[in-house]
């Protein structure tokens, strides 16, 4: 069982956070867990860590608010409009700001506006324009979300090596996500050279920072050895923080790390528990993975139905278990029908979801 797997290439992951400000990246086909017979088996080597989820829209004003408020500067009416969904009226007092004291944090706010059309039409290039002022004067928040436009030619010419110098500033400047994102591109080694020790240096200053993205990051690297020595322990350490963050992958990793005793004490019922939870957010590994918990009755009673509840659903999702499959067929006529009737309300959401 693994997490989701890295894009295919970097200039695929520049396409997913490109459009930093405006929805999240489209979620990775996971791998497969192992079959009932053999629970105890320890299982598949962790994958890279998933490419990085978009900023959603607002991120970077508020961070430039949080900014004004440590440095002693006068309240921030602009932002406090922004914030109340009054944009237009943020609009004219980030101006006005900007007009009368060039105020650096008003430019990215006026970005912030334009690039996601808060009560005005949206205008790349305006925003960018914006963007790029503030950058130009040192703003970290700028500087990441002119990094986007430029991976994804919002704006402007797609420009990937102004992108990643955009990103190394920030980075530096404490941004988090910038420094988990350059890392997922060292990482992956298309649009920079691939460096798993420069990867896992920026995963984790962002761990450290808080980031689930990156402790999740990382933990896959020091479970390979990639960059880092291996260190199970310190692999599982890292789930754990993710996985409490509410990190869907790190939930599904940290319950296998549990279930097997890998780097951490063997817990078969605190494994169950973030499986379940895993499961129940539509992670199809995790969905297979507690049933076969559920066939074999470990970490919780045998439940036979739900067994075959989870099993169809993870199946319809892509991850087929021929060992659930007899399992299921074993099964009295009843059971499977209940089983089956158990997953029918998650296998319409799957089909629909296709459609």
């Given amino acids: ?81 922004f914030q109340r969904g009054y944009y237009l009226t943020a609009l004219a007092l980030a101006t ?20 996601n059309g808060f009560g005005v039409a949206r205008e790349d290039q305006k925003a960018a324009e914006w963007y790029k002022l503030a950058a130009d004067r040192g703003d970290r928040e700028a500087m990441f979300a002119l990094a986007m436009f430029r991976l994804s030619g919002r704006g402007g010419a797609v420009n990937r090596e102004e992108a990643i110098k955009l990103l190394a500033g920030a980075a530096k400047l404490g941004h988090v996500a910038a420094a988990y994102d350059l890392g997922l591109l060292y990482l992956e080694g298309q649009l920079l050279p691939q460096d798993q020790a420069r990867a896992a240096e920026l995963f984790r200053g962002a761990a450290q920072a808080g980031s689930p993205e990156a402790q999740y990051a990382l933990a896959t690297l020091y479970k390979d050895g990639h960059g880092v020595p291996q260190d199970p322990v310190q692999a599982a350490r890292l789930l754990a923080q993710a996985a409490l963050a509410d990190n869907t992958d790190a939930e599904l990793e940290y319950g296998i790390a549990l279930f097997n005793g890998t780097g951490v004490a063997k817990d078969e019922a ?43 659903i993870a199946k319809a999702a892509g991850d087929a278990d021929p060992g659930l499959d007899n399992f299921m067929h074993g099964q009295k006529p009843d059971v499977q029908a209940a089983g089956e009737k158990a997953a029918q309300p998650w296998l319409e959401a799957i089909r629909l979801s296709h459609s």
């Fill in 96 to 115: 006005r700001r900007v007009e009368e004291i060039s105020d650096i944090k008003a430019m990215t706010l006026l970005g912030e506006i334009y690039g």
């Fill in 270 to 312: 605190a494994a169950a528990v973030l499986l379940r939870k895993a499961a129940h957010k539509g992670n199809p590994v995790a969905q297979n993975r507690l049933a076969n918990l559920l066939a074999n009755g470990k970490g919780v009673p045998a439940d036979p139905v739900q067994a075959i509840k989870w099993h169809l």
């Fill in 1 to 81: 069982m693994t997490a989701h797997r890295l894009a295919a290439t970097a200039l695929v992951v520049a396409a997913c956070f490109a459009a930093a400000l405006l929805a999240p990246a489209a979620a990775q086909t996971p791998a497969h867990a192992p079959s009932p017979s053999q629970p105890d088996k320890p299982l598949a080597k962790p994958q890279k860590p998933a490419p990085p989820k978009s900023a959603p829209a607002g991120t970077v004003a508020p961070a430039a608010a949080s900014a004004s408020a440590s440095s002693g500067r006068e309240p921030d009416l602009a932002f406090g409009a």
